[in-house]
């Protein structure tokens, strides 16, 4: 726009008064398409995303039948939804959810949510905030628990719950994500710093990809302060190690100078002895590491040794080497 | 002697120095089909309010806490899988009207408070909900019940909602409230699943603690679904997120008593599966 309008000031200052007001309306014109090209493309996104949901849900399964009727909630009105447990699909780029309700005469109800969570990487992040179990088999992973399925695919996050668990609903649940799952588009990627995380010694299905500060704590409570700057900018992993109880994390930052900000306000606040080392230890048995790499901070926490902490750090800075995410003189 | 408890009280002349929490329970209030008996209700609310201020008589302890020309607003919580129940509700309206409050000056909502003509010029508030583990603030509890009472609840959240308790210094609601309800019936004690629900794990604990000092009360209800996650899960598992708003309550807000040693905590009813 900024473009336009200076063009335009350029062309006014040449012409008479009758071409002026020819200039202003075509002016006027071309401004006004423009503003109606740039709504309609936001319009047709919305309506793309509500449509390729629509289509993956079918109007009948095993005797359950859709409701002919359904509901979304945004950013905003997620709350009005789920209530507080909304901020945990905000703290992701959750666009929206639609809620199908189905229904059979001998019941249970059941319901399908499909949140579009933006992005693939986004929507399993979600998918492993909280899961305790993962299946293979149906999108990029599956959590059954009960009367309820979750899964992800691509950029969506899908649960079918049934409000009671009969053996009819339960078969009825898995068609029902099955079907969805056909019915979406393919499957997205895990994101690539999950992948990158070292394998060995790893607590089975204990990674969790988030981004801002509150879900760090919610899954190892770190500081109330948000001592390694994330924000919806950073991408982030943790995940469980053994021997004992141990954590890695590694956070990668928009640039190189955050990632280093980032590292040296965390050796400040809540490392000062390691500012030289890199590691201490912080209780009986626990031992804290943390370095940054090019736009990577990687921390150690709760390792059993020195020797450990070290070890796991070493393991994370090679798989960042061997995906070429940094290079061997950034070492 | 509870703190909180206010002016007009004239029991209340010696310091005080803990904060008095009735846990009532009952086997009867929770059926095997999950149908909350209002009668069992009514009888645990009217134990609970009479151990609260050694009476002998409900509507003697009501008159306590309110005057007939009050304004009274009971802020509920209508969250759909573990509501306060009506039951709870109409126990306590009844025992209202009973020490003197008309009918038309009684209000009971949830997400509706702001523009409810009663909640606006209520003169007091009754503040009930059932405690159920909570997806972003560790548990749901009487603090958090007053977000609501804000047009803006995100406003809360930051620091798995470390600032709840600055919510009671709201004009709306500074002040005003008597007496907390935590209902205890079947609480959800570990959340799973896209809603943070999963009938899985609650259980019939058939109690409601009561209190004038929404922090202890809320502390109890802590300290039980501690004990029984560890009784379930066979190990310390701590609730995540951590519900440190219960403490900052406390400690930052002032908002009454989270040290168990600060807490007189009177158990009527069945002492088996109390677990405090």
């Known amino acids: 726009m900024k473009i336009l309008m200076g063009t335009c000031d350029h062309v006014l200052y040449h012409l008479n008064t009758r071409s002026l007001v020819r200039a202003a309306g075509v002016l006027a014109a071309v401004t006004a398409f423009m503003l109606s090209f740039m709504l309609s493309c936001a319009g047709e996104e919305g309506n793309k995303m509500t449509t390729l949901a629509a289509r993956a849900v079918p109007g009948e399964v095993l005797g359950w039948k859709a409701s002919d009727t359904t509901e979304t909630y945004d950013r905003e009105s997620i709350f009005d939804y789920i209530d507080g447990a909304g901020e945990v699909y905000r703290s992701y780029d959750f666009r929206e959810v639609t809620v199908w309700r189905f229904t059979r005469p001998a019941g249970p109800d059941i319901t399908v949510e499909i949140f579009d969570m933006g992005t693939p990487d986004d929507a399993y992040g979600v998918f492993s905030y909280a899961r305790e179990s993962e299946e293979s088999g149906i999108g990029g992973g599956f959590e059954q628990r009960g009367g309820v399925i979750c899964f992800w695919q691509n950029r969506y996050y899908v649960c079918v719950a049934a409000d009671e668990t009969t053996e009819d609903s339960r078969a009825a649940v898995m068609a029902l994500a099955r079907t969805i799952a056909e019915r979406l588009p393919s499957l997205g990627a895990v994101p690539h710093l999950v992948r990158l995380m070292p394998r060995e010694g790893m607590v089975e299905h204990t990674e969790r990809f988030f981004h801002i500060h509150p879900s760090l704590n919610y899954h190892y409570f770190l500081a109330e302060q948000n001592v390694l700057n994330l924000s919806e900018n950073t991408d982030a992993v943790l995940a469980a190690y053994q021997p004992g109880t141990t954590y890695l994390l590694c956070i990668e930052y928009p640039s190189a100078p955050e990632a280093r900000e980032a590292h040296g306000g965390f050796i400040d606040n809540y490392l000062p002895e390691a500012a030289e080392t890199g590691a201490t230890k912080v209780a009986a048995d626990k031992w804290v590491s943390a370095l940054t790499l090019d736009r990577y901070v990687i921390v150690v926490l709760d390792a059993v040794s020195h020797e450990r902490a070290t070890a796991l750090v070493n393991s994370m800075k090679k798989s960042l080497v061997e995906a070429k995410m940094v290079t061997e003189d950034q070492l | ?276």
């Not at chain 2, 009971?74 to 899988?81: D, G």
């Open chain 2, 1 to 276: 002697m509870a703190i909180g408890l206010p002016a007009i009280a004239p029991e209340v002349t010696e310091e005080v120095t803990k904060s008095r929490v009735v846990l009532v329970r009952d086997k009867d209030a929770v059926a095997a089909d999950g149908k909350i008996n209002g009668e069992v209700v009514q009888r645990m609310l009217d134990q609970a309010v009479m151990a609260l201020f050694d009476k002998k008589d409900p509507v003697e302890c009501f008159k306590i806490l309110v005057k007939p020309d009050d304004i009274v607003g009971v802020k509920s919580n209508e969250w759909a899988p573990l509501p306060t129940t009506t039951q709870v509700e109409q126990a306590i309206k009844k025992r209202l009207m009973g020490a003197g409050v008309p009918e038309e000056n009684i209000g009971i909502a949830d997400r509706g408070v702001l523009g409810h003509p009663i909640f606006e010029k209520a003169t007091v508030l009754i503040n009930a909900r059932p405690m159920r583990t909570h997806a972003w603030s560790g548990v749901g509890s009487l603090i958090k019940n007053y977000i609501m009472f804000d047009p803006n609840p995100p406003n809360y959240h930051d620091n798995a909602c470390a600032p709840l308790g600055s919510l009671w210094e709201l004009p709306i609601v500074k002040g005003k409230t008597r007496l907390n309800v935590l209902v205890l019936f079947t609480p959800l004690f570990h959340g799973v699943g896209p809603h943070h629900f999963d009938k899985t794990y609650t259980w019939t604990y058939g109690g409601l603690a009561v209190g004038a000092d929404p922090v202890a009360v809320d502390s109890v209800g802590l300290r039980l679904f501690q004990a029984k996650r560890r009784e379930y899960f066979g190990e310390d598992k701590p609730i995540k997120p951590a519900a440190h708003h219960i403490a900052f309550a406390d400690t930052r807000y002032h908002l009454g008593n989270s040290d168990p040693a600060k807490i007189e905590l009177i158990k009527l009813g069945s002492e088996e599966g109390v677990l405090i």
